[in-house]
């Protein structure tokens, strides 16, 4: 059974930066796409970022725009969500998640796409 393994998280003022790490426990054939999710409480879990391994390709969300990277190291199985200018609505737990199947477009966030997900990391910012 793969697992993900988030790390990275952490308590950080606004206006600062975390770098997110997710690595799998193996490698996962077919393994089209990589994401980040987050989910405050009370609030519905939502897409922030996704990758897809063989292209490069990135997806981003409209509130995380210009300010959140995604990029990945298949060699070690991780990718990665780099975070600047965090702000306090950014606060949530950060899920990563991945896709063995091809996405269309307009389902890219959409979380049952996704057969893999880590446990989380939480993202604490402080104004």
């Known amino acids: 059974q793969v697992q993900l393994v988030e790390s990275g998280g952490g308590s950080v003022q606004a206006g600062g930066s975390l770098r997110l790490s997710c690595t799998a426990s193996?490698?996962?054939?077919?393994?089209?796409?990589m994401g980040w999710f987050r989910q405050d409480p009370g609030k519905e879990r939502e897409g922030v970022a996704v990758?897809?391994?063989?292209?490069?390709?990135?997806y981003y969300a409209d509130s995380v725009k210009g300010r959140f990277t995604i990029s990945q190291d298949n060699a070690k199985n991780t990718q990665y969500l780099q975070m600047n200018s965090l702000k306090p609505e950014d606060t949530a737990m950060y899920y990563c998640a991945g896709a063995i199947t091809p996405i269309a477009p307009d389902m890219i966030f959409a979380q049952s796409e996704y057969t893999y997900w880590g446990q989380g990391t939480q993202v604490t910012v402080s104004s």
């Open positions: 990758i897809y391994t063989i292209g490069g390709r990135t």
């Open positions: 193996e490698y996962i054939p077919r393994r089209y796409y």
